[in-house]
């Protein structure tokens, strides 16, 4: 069964700084990787979708890269604002369905 | 097109209690999911549908639960006899799957399900 995996699960940093944050995942059988942002209470944002023969996709201020062989995903968010507090989740799918980490919770200070 | 739509967005009920919670997908999705997500938690699977049938369930998915994707559009999913532990969000999502695998999904808002 996958096991995805994500660190840290809090992240506090002020505004304007760059980050990192880190998706692991047991299967490297993997189809796709997908980036979402969660804000308290609601669904789920898609970010980024990484094809498993890509090894990254980039919107905006965030990048996402994939290294299957190693079973990891990291997502760089670039000039971090205070709109981007949020809870980041990675999914890792098969053909079927995605396998979610529990997520990283941003805060950025103003 | 709007996006995945869940109805309601929140749900109280009394323990005990039959509940319904509707989904109606991106119309040109043919995959529609059903997940869990329980406070700090990441969603955890329940159900897919491929059109109308129904490919596979979760062990979470107790003899209290069903679904149904009637015509390949909007999904149900009704809890019987809910129970405290059933209070959770109830997430919808949906994709394009086309042979190889599937496009990238979207998700509703959610139905937030209180027990009491």
């Known amino acids: 069964k996958q096991e995805v995996t994500q660190i840290p699960a809090a992240l506090s940093v002020p505004e304007g700084e760059n980050l990192v944050l880190n998706c692991s995942f047991t299967?490297?059988?993997?189809?796709?990787l997908q980036w979402f942002r969660q804000d308290p209470g609601k669904g789920l944002t898609s970010l980024l979708l990484i094809q498993s023969s890509q090894r990254e996709q980039t919107s905006g201020r965030l990048n996402a890269s994939l290294d299957k062989s190693s079973g990891r995903s990291t997502l760089y968010i670039a000039a971090s604002q205070p709109g981007d507090s949020a809870t980041y989740l990675c999914a890792a799918s098969n053909f079927n369905k995605f396998y979610f980490g529990s997520g990283t919770k941003l805060n950025v200070k103003p | 097109d709007t996006g995945v739509s869940q109805d309601p967005r929140h749900k109280i009920t009394k323990r005990g209690q039959n509940v319904t919670f509707r989904c109606d997908p991106i119309s040109e999705h043919n995959r529609l999911y059903w997940y869990r997500q329980t406070l700090g938690q990441g969603p955890e699977f329940l159900t897919y549908?491929?059109?109308?049938?129904?490919?596979?369930k979760s062990r979470l998915l107790s003899d209290r639960f069903s679904a149904e994707r009637p015509k390949g559009s909007f999904s149900t999913l009704e809890i019987q006899r809910t129970e405290q532990g059933d209070s959770a969000m109830y997430l919808c999502?949906?994709?394009?799957?086309?042979?190889?695998?599937?496009?990238?999904?979207?998700f509703g808002q959610g139905t937030r399900l209180t027990v009491v």
């Open positions: 999502a949906s994709s394009y799957y086309a042979g190889q695998g599937f496009t990238e999904a979207f």
């Open positions: 299967d490297s059988a993997i189809y796709n």
């Open positions: 549908f491929q059109n109308e049938a129904q490919l596979e």
